[in-house]
């Protein structure tokens, strides 16, 4: 299994507060994404980041800002919660050398916007 | 952009019998294609890719799926499913310029009977 951990796994928040989720690799891959999951949707993408400092939008990406400023980091922050970011977050990674390189994801943190 | 359509919420097998699962993708180019599993309040593992070469690609646990272009599909099949393919199965195309950005079906929930 590929290094990823996500932390927290779950979390229980109230409208209006900021959430911060953190992925952690250890396999120094250079792709790392955030998806959130939720019924009926399948998995779609946030954000992405493609190296230290560089990061871009994915396809549901309003309302979330992400950071990475380390190889093994990547952080993922709604900054005023609403009920609507209640989901299933999964941090992704790819070693991202080759255009056939596979994602491997992390465990997921459930969230709950109250 | 590219799409992925899993036109089965629900499929329902007995323990023993075969099983496929269906994938209708869109996209312009050849795609690089994917099929994820996620057993409950797990992540996503990969069962099998398809890149290019032989249409009939391997995976692991024993599924198999054959990527099929003039039906712009991307079936997976087992011969003899086990209690413990019991999951969500995900498939997914990604763009064959770069895995930067995956597209995920809706996803196909497999329940198996005795």
């Known amino acids: 299994d590929a290094g990823i951990t996500q932390s927290p796994r779950h979390k229980v928040t109230e409208t209006g507060t900021p959430v911060t989720l953190r992925c952690h690799q250890t396999e120094n891959h250079r792709y790392m994404y955030w998806y959130r999951q939720d019924p009926g949707h399948g998995l779609r993408l946030i954000h992405y980041?493609?190296?230290?400092?560089?990061?871009d939008k994915g396809e549901v990406s309003d309302g979330y800002s992400v950071s990475r400023s380390k190889t093994e980091d990547f952080l993922l922050t709604l900054e005023s919660a609403t009920s609507s970011q209640t989901s299933v977050y999964f941090c992704?990674?790819?070693?991202?050398?080759?255009?056939?390189?596979?994602?491997?994801f992390g465990p997921g943190t459930r969230l709950t916007v109250l | 952009a590219q799409s992925v359509t899993q036109p089965d919420i629900h499929i329902t097998v007995s323990e023993g019998a075969s099983l496929e699962l269906r994938c209708n993708y869109s996209y312009g180019a050849t795609p690089y294609l994917f099929w994820y599993v996620q057993s409950p309040g797990q992540g996503l593992q990969l069962l099998l890719k398809y890149f290019s070469g032989d249409t009939l690609v391997q995976g692991i646990k024993g599924f198999e799926a054959e990527f099929k272009r003039s039906q712009s599909s991307f079936n997976l099949r087992k011969p003899s499913v086990h209690w413990s393919d019991a999951a969500e199965y995900f498939c997914?195309?990604?763009?064959?310029?770069?895995?930067?950005?995956?597209?995920f079906g809706t996803g196909t929930r497999l329940t198996i009977i005795p």
């Open positions: 980041s493609y190296g230290v400092k560089d990061t």
């Open positions: 997914a195309v990604g763009a064959n310029f770069g895995n930067e950005k995956l597209t």
């Open positions: 992704a990674i790819s070693a991202g050398y080759t255009k056939t390189d596979t994602q491997y």
